[in-house]
């Protein structure tokens, strides 16, 4: 058998002598009854070529290979094989060769782009560590934590079907992977409008509680890993609506007094515990974590595929009457609230939300993210404070 092997003399390549290299391959072998004919292969284009491709000589078999500066013509390299399985010794010829390798591109830096779905790149660089948005109604800053990838992700839908006083806000807090939480970010809000159009407006409790599910739904049909938990507020009709799935936590500041209007769904809550247990799971303290099966920290969320037995995605949802006294509301991801407590956090951005003639509450947000970094927090955080008042 024999194998030629053509050598470019491009200049986007560079001489090396460790490695020979091939793009693609063409084979072909003549038949059974042509015994003169020797099968032969023919290797172009430089992809990896390694012995498990084609079975080379062992060093002492073979006389010394003399590598030579490019010459204007492509030269080549002959392997003959005395074997139609490809199994014996073979010969290099002495042709000259040169074996050339491709140069590696720059790398790219590519700047963060934050949109209304809080979309971050998929391999955080320096710029991915902290991301920040401004808007009239509300503002959302989102810091990278130190255990790897960020993995929360936010949402805010404004003016909906044209009115001002209407929109959906939404803070998700992924695990196991960024997909659940990107797909969240990007469906889950308009599954939730989706339903209140189909009711005309009613039952808003079950409109959320449906877009929760059919999120979820739509989630495990990709066949994605990993889940999310999931925390929403709907502003309509002079109505606060806020449901969750999972440990985000939202807190409304009352006239200056934390008001949480989620409570965290954990295994080690006593309902969401006879609730798993009932169901023929277990769950588990080590230490001082409870899980699900030994595994998952959150009880309820988006995903999760291996453990949806257990871990559910029906929200529970609460509705508060829009009033003067409501002045701001504070969605964030666990990252915060395992170090800040809910009045800590509204003592720290009330006064860079109310009573001063141009509120701060993106300042607000950085400080309570500080804050809990300041206090050990390692954990990624997405902190969204929205204006009430904007809304009244």
């Not at 080590?286 to 029906?314: F, H, M, P, T």
């Not at 609230?337 to 509450?361: G, M």
Request: aromatic residues 6%; negative net charge; glycine residues 6%.
């Amino acid at each position: 058998m024999s194998c030629t092997v053509a050598i470019s003399n491009a200049p986007a390549f560079t001489p090396v002598t460790n490695s020979l290299l091939c793009r693609s391959a063409s084979f072909s072998s003549s038949s059974p009854s042509s015994p003169s004919r020797k099968p032969s292969v023919r290797l172009t284009r430089f992809p990896s070529f390694t012995s498990s491709t084609l079975l080379l000589p062992q060093p002492s078999q073979l006389g010394s290979l003399l590598i030579q500066k490019p010459s204007s013509v492509p030269t080549t390299i002959s392997v003959v094989v005395n074997s139609d399985e490809c199994a014996s010794s073979a010969v290099i010829c002495t042709s000259p060769t040169t074996v050339l390798k491709r140069k590696r591109p720059a790398r790219l830096d590519i700047p963060v782009v934050a949109t209304d779905f809080g979309n971050f790149p998929a391999s955080p660089s320096a710029a991915a560590d902290f991301v920040e948005v401004e808007g009239d109604e509300y503002t959302v800053c989102c810091k990278r934590g130190r255990r790897g990838a960020m993995e929360d992700r936010y949402s805010a839908l404004v003016n909906l079907q044209g009115n001002s006083k209407q929109g959906i806000f939404g803070v998700f807090d992924g695990h196991g992977g960024t997909k659940a939480a990107e797909f969240a970010a990007e469906h889950l809000n308009k599954n939730i409008v989706d339903e209140l159009v189909r009711r005309n407006g009613e039952d808003v409790v079950e409109a959320c509680k449906n877009g929760y599910l059919k999120t979820d739904s739509e989630f495990l049909s990709q066949e994605f890993q990993g889940g999310s938990c999931c925390l929403t507020a709907l502003i309509r009709n002079g109505e606060l609506v806020v449901s969750n799935a999972g440990d985000c936590r939202a807190v409304v500041s009352r006239d200056g007094i934390a008001e949480a209007l989620t409570s965290d769904h954990k295994p080690s809550r006593k309902d969401e515990k006879d609730r798993i247990e009932t169901s023929g799971g277990y769950v588990d303290c080590s230490n001082n974590v409870w899980r699900i099966q030994g595994s998952l920290a959150v009880s309820r969320g988006i995903g999760d595929q291996y453990l949806k037995q257990w871990v559910i995605a029906e929200p529970e949802t609460t509705i508060l009457e829009l009033k003067p006294e409501l002045e701001f509301l504070v969605l964030a991801s666990d990252g915060l609230w395992d170090k800040v407590s809910n009045q800590e956090v509204v003592d720290t951005a009330r006064p860079l939300c109310t009573d001063i003639s141009a509120p701060q509450p993106l300042s607000a947000s950085k400080k309570l993210i500080d804050l809990a970094v300041s206090r050990g927090s390692v954990d990624d955080m997405c902190v969204m404070i929205i204006q009430l008042q904007q809304f009244c």
